[in-house]
């Protein structure tokens, strides 16, 4: 069979669906609707805002990796040792230790949970996550042979689904204007595009371009400079779909707001989907949810194990001097992640929220060095290692201290400090941080090239 030089449009088309099904789980379909229905009529705002950090960053990495030769390439511009151990935890964090035991917990309440009695809820969830886990295991045998199952009909069925939704808002329309609430009463823009941050879909961008390159290469493309081209292809298709769904949904939420007024406070984006659906589709309303909900996990559960199957792997081929296969991590994921779905993941969210927190902010900085690579890096190389060494020093003191709160700690002298960063109370504490970092690292280029 004959190599080709470059994928034919269909099957662009096609990647960009697997990539858009890997990345749209249940968070990106909770959290737009959630700023719709809080921003009311400042929803455009805030809706721009929440598109850049959602779409934008993910996208900008997806991108920053791929022509950096890969992630491992990428991050091992501070330090080959780095680059593992950030590969570790990001990997972790997105994987089995939150965002795969969630996407089945989060399922089975919007799918199954309204229909079984509090008293046998632990058996329902048991069989459900046992089936979900079992079919995304299945699913992810070949993570070179996703886009058979994703981008031909799990994404552009999920996709028709939320279009559905969309059409039904469209029809009903929003009837009367919703005054801002909640953290949307004033700066909407800014607090939109803060939310975005709860994707976290640019720590997943940063490996799923692993799983990407694998289906690119199963279609014959053999050259790494097209396998990159391609997979930034997918990547922008997938930044246009997401544009478009995060507009739809946040429409979605304007007009579920103006039907039912939420609680910013205690209420989700769940919520806000639940009233819309049993309002406009009646009794089937929570049927079409669930099935929508159940759709978006697995997709993403699936590309999921892949990813962290295929990293492990590539990084631990032997463990203790045995073999341990590619199907072996992909099991050991996929049970643990199922003993977490059934048991403490509450606990588990409350101490991966700091860990993320802490993580994103190297993750963005990362990125936009790799953006400005030929500029600044390539010349003038330690700004990698000072930006990343000042702001992990800020995220990880940030993280300690959320940690702490956690489990009913204070530290006050360790809040006080991190209180006098200009834009703390922001959550961009580690900007100014990133600043004087780049500034370190050209003053020390600069001083060792003098040296030499």
């Given amino acids: 069979m004959p190599l ?35 921003a009311g009529s400042a929803a455009l705002p805030a809706a721009v805002g929440f598109i850049v950090s959602a779409v934008g960053l993910p996208i900008l990495g997806v991108l920053a990796v791929t022509f950096a030769g890969g992630f491992d390439a990428l991050a091992g511009r501070v330090s080959p040792r780095f680059a593992l151990l950030l590969g570790i935890a990001i ?33 329902a969830q048991l069989v459900y996550s046992l089936v979900f886990f079992t079919l995304s295991f299945l699913f992810a045998q070949h993570p070179e042979k996703l886009s058979k199952v994703l981008g031909r009909f799990m994404g552009p069925l999920l996709i028709t689904l939320i279009a559905v939704l969309f059409v039904a808002c469209l029809v009903h329309g929003i009837g009367r204007n919703v005054a801002p609430i909640g953290d949307y009463t004033s700066g909407q823009l800014a607090r939109g595009f803060l939310d975005g941050y709860q994707t976290m879909d640019l720590l997943a961008a940063l490996y799923f371009g692993i799983v990407i390159s694998a289906n690119i290469r199963a279609l014959r493309i053999d050259d790494e400079r097209q396998v990159q081209i391609e997979t930034a292809y997918a990547g922008v298709g997938t930044g246009v779909l997401l544009i478009l769904i995060y507009g739809a949904l946040s429409y979605v939420g304007v007009v579920s707001g103006a039907i039912t007024a939420i609680d910013p406070s205690g209420d989700t984006g769940a919520t806000v989907l639940t009233n819309l659906t049993q309002s406009v589709f009646g009794t089937a309303g929570t049927a079409f949810l669930g099935i929508v909900f159940v759709i978006a996990c697995l997709n ?11 990293y492990f792997h590539t990084k631990f081929p032997t463990v203790g001097g045995r073999t341990v296969s590619y199907r072996t991590w992909q099991l050991l994921f996929t049970v643990f992640s199922f003993v977490v779905s059934n048991a403490g993941l509450s606990l588990i969210i409350k101490v991966s929220v700091p860990v993320l927190s802490a993580l994103y902010p190297i993750s963005i900085v990362l990125v936009l060095l790799a953006l400005t690579h030929r500029i600044l890096g390539a010349r003038l190389p330690r700004v990698y290692f000072w930006t990343v060494l000042l702001v992990g020093i800020v995220t990880f003191a940030g993280c300690v201290s959320s940690l702490v709160a956690v489990f009913g700690g204070s530290l006050p002298w360790l809040d006080a400090t991190l209180a006098l960063l200009p834009l703390h109370d922001a959550q961009l504490g580690w900007v100014l941080p990133a600043v004087l970092g780049i500034i370190c690292g050209v003053v020390d280029s600069l001083v060792r090239k003098q040296r030499h």
């Fill in 4 to 38: 080709n030089t470059q994928l034919n449009a269909r099957q662009r088309l096609v990647m960009t669906f697997t990539f858009f099904s890997m990345f749209f789980g249940a968070g990106n379909l909770i959290f737009p609707p959630f700023v719709g229905a809080q």
């Fill in 91 to 123: 990997i972790l964090t997105i994987g089995p230790c939150f965002a795969i035991p969630r996407t089945a917990t989060t399922s089975f309440e919007m799918m199954v949970a309204p229909y079984v009695a509090s008293d046998s809820r632990w058996i």
């Fill in 300 to 310: 993403v559960c699936t590309g999921l194990i892949c990813t962290c199957a295929t």
